[in-house]
């Protein structure tokens, strides 16, 4: 559901806009490369460097963080407002370093922290955008975000898992959304916690991971709901708007 806190809608600039969050994704999956820069690894090899053991039920361990966090990150908006994005970084940020600096064991029981902080940063940027995360159609749109990769991977824009789907999130629902979305995002907080085990350098690529992924889910998360208002105020399918940021993607300049 829209919040309307607004005056009548005007009309509205489509293609420009459209440019704006072509940029705005362009601009998240660029934060991701600094942080590899940064720790001097590859997003390829990252993975690699975690046990066996480890990778085996990282589905699960994120899936389980996920379901975490839905409780959590609605819980927590009855009592704690939504916070400016450069406050939900730093907070993400300083669990990073503590984990990466504790080893593998604390940045995995920091896994399901983070996913709520991050959850709890993609809920505040839908309320900017007017949307209430209290509404099923939301909460389900807060959690497509995750679909949409991370900052480490490889994406020329033609990724934009952006569902037009609108369901409610009955407990089945929920089953299937999260069950779509972990292995997703295990091969994303994989990297992560990958970067983290990196010899004397963990606490510094932790709290790095983190400021990137943060910034990044942010970023999706503009571009997400940034498509949705603009489906409203333009009149304009979604389908329709995806398939544009898709074109407008290919237009921009590579870096």
């Known amino acids: 559901m829209l919040i309307e806190d607004q005056n009548d809608l005007q ?6 806009q459209i440019t704006v969050l072509a940029k705005r994704y362009k601009t998240a999956g660029g934060v991701g490369m600094q942080v590899l820069n940064l720790i001097g690894g590859q997003a390829e090899g990252l993975l690699d460097r975690l046990p066996d053991a480890v990778r085996v039920r990282l589905d699960e361990a994120t899936r389980g963080a996920l379901q975490v966090a839905l409780k959590a990150a609605g819980g927590s908006r009855q009592h704690i407002s939504d916070q400016p994005a450069w406050l939900n970084t730093a907070a993400a ?3 990073g370093a503590a984990g990466g600096f ?3 064991p604390a940045a995995m029981a920091e896994l399901p922290v983070t996913v709520t902080v991050l959850l709890r940063a993609i809920q505040s940027v839908a309320v900017e955008y007017g949307f ?3 509404e099923d159609n939301v ?3 807060c959690l497509e ?3 949409s990769a991370g900052p480490l991977a ?15 999130l009955t407990g089945t629902a929920v089953n299937a959304i999260l069950a779509r979305i972990a292995p997703r995002l295990a091969a994303v907080m994989g990297q992560k916690l990958a970067a983290q085990t990196v010899p004397v350098l963990g606490a510094v690529a932790g709290a790095a991971t983190n400021y990137a992924y943060t910034s990044y889910y942010q970023e999706m998360a503009h571009v997400h709901f940034g498509l949705r208002r603009l489906a409203i105020e333009g009149d304009v399918p979604h389908d329709e708007l995806v398939a544009q940021l ?3 993607m290919k237009r921009l300049p590579r870096r």
Do not use: E
Not at 11 to 16: E, G, M, N
């Open 154 to 168: 490889k994406d020329d824009g033609s990724d934009l898992a952006f569902l037009a789907t609108r369901t409610a």
């Open 145 to 147: 975000v995750f679909a």
């Open 93 to 95: 940020t300083a669990m």
């Open 246 to 248: 898709a074109d407008a």
């Open 102 to 104: 504790g080893g593998l």
């Open 132 to 134: 209430d995360p209290d």
């Open 11 to 16: 009309p509205v600039d489509v293609a420009a």
């Open 139 to 141: 909460a389900f749109d």
